[in-house]
């Protein structure tokens, strides 16, 4: 798969089947993350690759809509020092998310992002150090209906692009 045809057929996936991921294919998604751009190259991520069901159970208790943590074969926390710090950390873990998801996508796998809402319930849970934050983790296995990952893309889903890009100017 390309990267156009993973970007144009990519959707959440938030069901997932009760199967693990090989060890090789949770190290080439985290490899990805691993493997973005980020603002001077400061790589300001750390992961915690989470497998365990009842690890996973919890975590999705820390989120309102995160309840597809529970059913991953893989989650990923996503950490770094406080984004409010830098602006740009944000971004740079949304660019580790997003190589991770296209690199799962081209493995079959499905995934899907979840709001941390909870997150000292999350330090408590995971136990990672007090200068680190999690605000966003990702859920990642075979999708549980397998037509998702060759559905056509959904007709009117997105603006078109007139409607959201502004040449020079507004």
Not at 34 to 60: C, G, H, M, V, Y
Not at 66 to 81: D, E, Q
Not at 94 to 102: K, R, S
Request: with cysteine; charged share 25%.
């Amino acid at each position: 798969m390309n990267v156009k045809d993973a970007i144009q057929t990519k959707r959440a996936v938030r069901q997932f089947k009760d199967t693990p991921l090989p060890e090789e294919v949770m190290t080439a998604i985290l490899n990805a993350g691993r493997r973005a751009q980020s603002s001077k190259n400061s790589q300001p991520w750390e992961f915690i690759a989470i497998t365990d069901k009842a690890t996973l159970k919890a975590l999705s208790e820390c989120g309102d809509w995160a309840g597809h943590l529970a059913g991953a074969a893989l989650g990923v926390a996503l950490l770094s020092p406080d984004p409010a710090e830098k602006f740009q950390t944000m971004f740079d873990l949304g660019q580790a998310a997003g190589y991770m998801q296209l690199a799962a996508w081209e493995l079959g796998v499905g995934s899907c992002p979840a709001s941390i809402y909870k997150p000292e319930q999350a330090r408590e849970l995971l136990g990672f150090p007090a200068h680190l934050h999690l605000r966003i983790a990702l859920s990642f296995g075979y999708p549980e209906d397998e037509e998702a990952l060759t559905a056509a893309p959904r007709k009117g889903g997105r603006k078109s692009l007139d409607e959201a890009v502004h040449w020079e100017k507004w």
